[in-house]
């Protein structure tokens, strides 16, 4: 079945830091690759995602590569803000898009300190 | 935006009594709704898929008499927690696809509801 492995929390950063949280898939066919963001008290929020091999998600200076050959769609951000702080997870679903349930990592929860 | 929310936020309850959370679309409407778990420091694991108008799809493991799901609109989906017990106490999300506009077929998920039995 499908599986999404992400590095898990927490991860600790000063503000300008460069961020990678590391994420790795495995599933059959082309799935769909997304990152979501959960502020505190809030819900999960579309971050980013990326349809095919090769797609660069990107939003509010995040980017995330889709990797077929690597099984992999690593976030990252080359220079963090207080205001990143919050869980993130990685998630897959059927190709196509969201149209199906998801299924997710762990989810990463990420401290960003002035 | 699209705003999707649950209620109540959090329950607590008594062993074998019958707990209701609904999931609202505030502006959009949505024939798909999905239900999520979340144990704590674990994923989200979906439970079921609730259609509109007919019944829901339930993933491998989750009991269907146990977790009734009614989709009866376009903006409401319901999970009963049927006969709760302690380890049935959890975090459960709910999400709602939209069916059109910018967003087709993106997920918006609830804030959800922690449940807790005693």
């Known amino acids: 079945g499908n599986s999404v492995t992400q590095m898990e929390g927490p991860v600790t950063l000063s503000e300008e830091a460069f961020l990678t949280i590391n994420c790795t898939y495995t599933a059959t066919g082309y799935p769909s690759l997304f990152w979501y963001v959960q502020y505190p008290g809030e819900g999960l929020q579309l971050l980013l995602k990326?349809?095919?091999?090769?797609d660069k998600g990107s939003n509010k200076g995040f980017e995330a590569t889709y990797r077929k050959e690597t099984t992999s769609f690593h976030l990252e951000k080359g220079s963090v803000q207080v205001s990143d702080s919050a869980v993130y997870f990685c998630?897959?679903?059927?190709?196509?898009?969201?149209?199906?349930?998801?299924?997710f990592g762990k989810g990463t929860h990420l401290i960003i300190q002035p | 935006g699209a705003v999707v929310s649950q209620h109540p936020s959090w329950v607590i309850c008594k062993s074998g009594t019958s707990v209701k959370i609904e999931c609202r679309s505030l502006d959009f409407q949505a024939t798909t709704m999905f239900w999520y778990r979340q144990f704590p420091k674990q994923s989200l694991m979906l439970m079921a898929t609730s259609n509109e108008g007919s019944k829901a799809t339930y993933e491998q493991g989750v009991e269907k008499d146990k977790f009734l799901i009614n989709h009866a609109s376009l903006t409401l989906s319901t999970l009963t927690v049927t006969s709760a017990h302690p380890e049935d106490s959890s975090f459960y999300i709910c999400?709602?696809?939209?069916?059109?506009?910018?967003?087709?077929?993106?997920?918006?998920f609830g804030p959800g509801t922690r449940l807790t039995v005693l």
């Open positions: 990326a349809t095919k091999a090769d």
């Open positions: 999400s709602a696809r939209a069916l059109a506009g910018e967003a087709y077929n993106e997920q918006f």
């Open positions: 998630a897959l679903g059927s190709s196509g898009g969201g149209a199906d349930g998801l299924t």
